[in-house]
C-alpha cells in the first residue's frame, strides 16, 4: 500500500495577506467607513484632550516661571518689611537645599552649621508634608483626626498621648485616608519639634533685627524708593544686614522697583488740575477747574472724563503714537503754567518733572510689561491649580478618556461581529481551499488594524488641530512662549498608537469566532 504523507500546510505570504484584507475593506466600504469614523472620534477626543493637556502643562510651568520674577520686588518688599512667621518660615525651609540662598543666609544670620540647618530643612519637609495632608482632607475626615486644631497647633495636640490615641483610632476607621508619615516617623517629628522651634525662632529673630537695622538705614525713607538702589548702595546695606543678595538679582530689583514708580507715577497723571483764573468785567476773578490728562484720554476713547480708568490710560499707552500725543499734553501743560501767572497746576503729584521727562518709549515699555502680565494672570486663571497630573491629564479626564475608549471599543467589536456574520460563505470558501484558522483571525485582526491606523491619523490630525486653536483662542501670546511642539507630536503619536491598538484588540473575538467557524456549517447558512 501507498504510504500517505501529510505535508505542512503552506501559508500565503504577508503581502498576499494584506492584499487580500485590502480587497475585504473596499468591498465593505461602507461598513469600514462607519468603523473608521468610530474610531476617528474617539481618537480626536483623546489627542484634543493630550493636546490641551500637555500645553496647559506647558504654559502653567512657564507662567509660573514668569510671574515668580515678575514678583521678585514684591517678595523682597516683604522680606526686608517683616520677619514673617514660623508657618512660613517652614514652608521655605521645606523647599531649601543645601548651599541654596535661603540655606546661606540662614547660615549667615544665625551662626547655624551646615548640618543643623540641613536636618532642620528635613524636619521642615516633613511637618509641611503632614500638615499639607491634613489641609486637603474635608471637615468631616480633619474634625475625626484632629478635631479643631489648626496649623502647628495640631503638632501639640498630638503630643498629648490621649490625643494621639484617638488620631490613630480614626486613622485606622478612615479606610480612604492614608497617612504619609509612619507611626515612627511622626512620633520623630512630634519629639523634634520643640528644639525645631528654638531654632526657628532664632531664624525669625535675627531676621527681625536685620529689618531693624535697615529700617534705621532709611530713616522713614518708603522702601519702594530704596530698592530702586538696589544695584547700589541701598544692595549694599541689604547684605551688610545679613540678606544674601547677588548683583543679578539686585539689578532686576532694582528694574522693577523703577517700573513700579513710574506706573504709579502715570497713573496720578489722572488727577492732575489745571486751574485757569479768569478776570470778569467787574474785576472779580473767577477760576475754572480742568483735568487736562483725563480730557485727552475721553477724548481719544470717546466717552466722558469721568469714566476715564487706568486701564484706558494703560491701553492707549501700547499705541507710540498716543504715548507721543500724552507726552506733548504734558509739555504743553508746563509751559502754560510757566508762561502765564493765571494758569498753574494742582494736586501735582510728586517728582512730575520726571513723568514730564519721561521719552513716550518709556511709556509703550511700561504698557507693553503691564499686558504682559496681565496675560499672565489671565492665563492662570485659565489654567487654575493643576495637582496630581500625568502627560496632561488629571485624574477626572482620564476617566473620561477610559470610558469614551471602551465605548469606542464595543463599537469596533460590533462592527467586526456584523462583518463576520456577512462573510460566513467566504469563510467557509477560504477554509476550503486550505485556509487555516491562524490565518482567518490573522486576516481580521489585521483589517480591524488596518481601519485603526486610518482612523487613528485621521482622528490624531483633527483632535490635535481642534486643541491648538482652542488653545490659541484661550492664552494668546503666552500660548507661543510656551507651544510644546516635541510633547504635542509624542501625544499625537500615542493617540494613533492607542487607536490602532484598540482596533486590534477589538477585533480578537470576532476574528476568533470567524477562525473557530466550520465550513460546511459556513455553507448551509443563507
Known sequence: MKPITTAEQPWLSFKRTIDITIDGIRYRLFRASVTVAIIILAVAFLTNVLAEGLI??????????????????????????????????LEELAMTKEGSRLFRECRQLTDMND?????????????VVFLGFLNRLDYAKRRSLVHTAEGLAVLQWLRLPRNMASFQQALGTIHSVKCPLSQDELNRMLDDFPAMEIQLKRILDARAQAIQTLSRHLAGRPLLEALCETDSGFGSLIRQAGFMLDSEEAALISRQARAIQDELLIESLLEVRLIRQTRTHDGSTSSHTTQPVRQFLAQASSQLPSDVT?????????????????????????????????????????????????????????AESRREASSLEKAARLIGVREDVFFGLDERMAWLLVISLLVCGVGITNAMMMSVTERFKEIATLKCLGALDGFIMLMFV????????????????????????????????????????GNLFLGMGASVLIGTILAAVAAIIPSFKAARLAPMEAMRVE
Not at 502754560?336 to 520726571?354: N, T, W
Not at 490630525?461 to 503666552?478: H, Q, T, V
Open 56 to 89: 496647559k502643562s506647558k504654559i502653567n510651568a512657564h507662567v509660573t516661571e514668569r510671574q515668580t520674577i515678575n514678583q521678585r520686588v514684591y517678595d523682597w518688599s516683604a522680606r526686608l518689611a517683616t520677619p514673617g512667621d514660623t508657618e512660613s518660615l
Open 115 to 127: 548640618s543643623e540647618l540641613t536636618q532642620l530643612c528635613r524636619q521642615s519637609q516633613s511637618i
Open 310 to 366: 487706568t486701564l484706558d490710560l494703560w491701553t492707549m499707552l501700547e499705541s507710540p503714537r498716543n504715548a507721543r500725543l500724552l507726552s506733548e499734553r504734558l509739555l504743553e501743560m508746563q509751559d502754560s503754567s510757566s508762561a502765564s501767572d493765571d494758569v498753574h497746576l494742582e494736586a501735582l503729584p510728586p517728582h512730575f518733572l520726571r513723568a514730564i521727562s519721561m521719552p513716550p518709549e518709556r511709556f509703550v515699555e511700561l
Open 446 to 485: 489585521l483589517e480591524s488594524s488596518a481601519m485603526g491606523l486610518v482612523g487613528g491619523c485621521l482622528g490624531a490630525l483633527f483632535g490635535g488641530l481642534i486643541g491648538f486653536i482652542r488653545m490659541l483662542f484661550a492664552f494668546g501670546p503666552e500660548f507661543f512662549s510656551a507651544m510644546p511642539i
